[in-house]
């Protein structure tokens, strides 16, 4: 399995982006998608999640209401749509698989991409 994510950048405050996690080798509905944030110093924190087939989406309570995952199977890819951005959001940004259905934890997690890095600024 190998993930690539993209779409980070630098937004202001209230801004939005749209975070991509392109998948390949991934047996579909095997999996659950995960996006983790972290910042120097920190454990990689959980996101938001989502089955690869579809539904079961989690979210941390700090970005419930802002940011939606999503999938798109016939691309192959995840997406984290980014909205109404604050300081605090900024972080390196990661995708990850898990065979854990609505796994939290970063280490029930198998395979990571190499991340990417949003920064807001207030």
């Known amino acids: 399995v190998q993930l690539q994510a993209s779409g980070g950048g630098l937004v202001q405050a209230g801004g939005s982006l749209k975070l991509s996690c392109a998948a390949s080798?991934?047996?579909?509905?095997?999996?659950?998608m995960g996006w983790f944030s972290q910042v120097p110093g920190k454990e990689r924190e959980f996101v938001a999640g989502?089955?690869?087939?579809?539904?079961?989406?989690r979210y941390a309570d700090s970005v419930k209401d802002r940011f939606t995952i999503s999938k798109d199977n016939t691309k192959n890819t995840m997406y984290l749509q980014m909205n109404n951005l604050k300081p605090e959001d900024t972080a390196h940004y990661y995708c990850a698989a898990s065979t854990f259905e609505g796994a939290i934890w970063w280490r029930s997690y198998d395979y990571w991409g190499q991340g990417t890095e949003v920064t807001v600024s207030s």
């Open positions: 989502i089955r690869w087939s579809g539904g079961a989406e």
């Open positions: 080798r991934l047996t579909f509905s095997t999996y659950y």
